[in-house]
């Protein structure tokens, strides 16, 4: 069975940074696209950072210039890297994969969300 595992999010100061890292686990053949999506209170969900199936990267335009992802392919892992917090990144944030795992193919998963509170 396949599982996104997130790390704590935690609480951070205005400015301040904060890293969260995803692994993916269980049998899977190939993984197509790996990101980071949030939402925040009252908002839909949106996408905040994300390799595509070229290993380009997305990044949502308001983290751009302060947020980082990168990955592991071996580890299966990818990471976001959060700079010059704002009040309004506090987000619950979602780890997503679409990926190829055995017997079922192609899939959505999303990981289980972790808070992100940033105080002002």
């Known amino acids: 069975q396949v599982q996104l595992v997130e790390s704590e999010g935690g609480l951070v100061q205005a400015g301040g940074s904060l890293s969260l890292s995803c692994a993916a686990s269980?049998?899977?053949?190939?993984?197509?696209?790996m990101g980071w999506y949030r939402q925040a209170p009252g908002k839909q969900r949106e996408l905040v950072a994300a390799f595509t199936s070229i290993g380009s990267t997305n990044y949502a335009d308001s983290v751009k210039g302060r947020f980082t992802i990168s990955r592991d392919n071996a580890k299966k892992t990818v990471y976001l890297q959060m700079d010059s917090l704002k009040s309004e990144d506090t987000a619950v944030y979602y780890c997503y994969a679409h990926l190829w795992g055995t017997g079922v193919g192609w899939r959505d998963y999303w990981g289980q969300g972790t808070q992100v509170t940033v105080s002002s």
């Open positions: 269980g049998s899977i053949i190939s993984i197509n696209g």
